[in-house]
């Protein structure tokens, strides 16, 4: 089922562009390479399935995901919005191989195109992404904060007007809060070097992620942040007085 030839990875490539270029937004996607796609995805469910291994579960979707490149590539490319079971798939497994910025490509194509996850997955897509991606920073799958903190306003500007459970939103903002002051995981943060720009930007999004939800475990490390916040204001009221 998988082109192995490049005469082959090309006629794929021509009849999945077709397929993207000629079906109707919101109607599923027409044509005999999506066809063979839904087969191939219908495959590589069942054999996940079969595995109860999460760690192997990933590894085989890593494994697998290449096979769906050209699919993806002429659907971002020429996708007019059509519903596509494959796209929105592979998007949860970019996901769960932590290929954030591929998913972040893909989310923001079915975002504007407002497509559906299979049945499933039982949560609109915007509640999928607030859920994952914000959940896999929280796990600590995101080695570096910076780039963890860019993607995860990727997913605040795609979700921000959406209407998702405030459980899924606070994530985020929980998230937001502790990649803006570099904590990952269960890894430990040294308060007393935060700047005051770190410090008041977290605040205000662990304050946010409260505000939703009561028990999202942010107390804590509000009440730290507003401990520097005022040690930070005190040292400040006390170099002006020695002025």
């Given amino acids: 089922m998988k082109p192995t030839s490049p005469a082959q990875r090309h006629m794929a490539r021509v009849l999945a562009e077709k397929a993207a ?45 290449p096979d769906y490149n050209e699919w993806v590539e002429s659907t971002l490319k020429y996708g007019k919005g059509a519903q596509d079971t494959v796209l929105v798939t592979v998007l949860v497994w970019y996901i769960d191989t932590g290929d954030y910025a591929r998913a972040l490509e893909v989310a923001h194509y079915c975002m504007f195109h407002n497509l559906s996850l299979p049945d499933q997955y039982n949560r609109n897509l915007a509640t999928m992404l607030l859920d994952e991606i914000p959940g896999e920073y929280l796990a600590g799958r995101f080695e570096n904060p910076k780039e963890a903190l860019a993607t995860l306003k990727a997913v605040q500007l795609m979700t921000v007007d959406e209407d998702v459970p405030d459980q899924a939103m606070a994530k985020l903002y929980k998230a937001l809060g502790y990649a803006q002051i570099g904590k990952i995981g269960n890894g430990d943060i040294e308060f007393d070097q935060l700047s005051e720009d770190d410090t008041s930007r977290a605040l205000d999004y662990l304050r946010k992620a409260l505000d939703l939800t009561d ?20 040292a400040k009221t006390q170099t002006q007085a020695q002025a």
């Fill in 21 to 65: 270029a000629t079906s109707v937004h919101g109607e599923p996607v027409q044509g005999s390479a999506y066809d063979l796609m839904c087969a191939k995805l219908i495959t590589d469910r069942q054999r996940l399935k079969q595995i109860q291994s999460i760690k192997k579960k990933i590894e085989v979707k890593r494994e697998i995901l």
């Fill in 215 to 234: 028990g999202i475990g942010v107390k804590k490390d509000i009440e730290r942040l507003e401990r520097r916040l005022k040690q930070l204001a005190d």
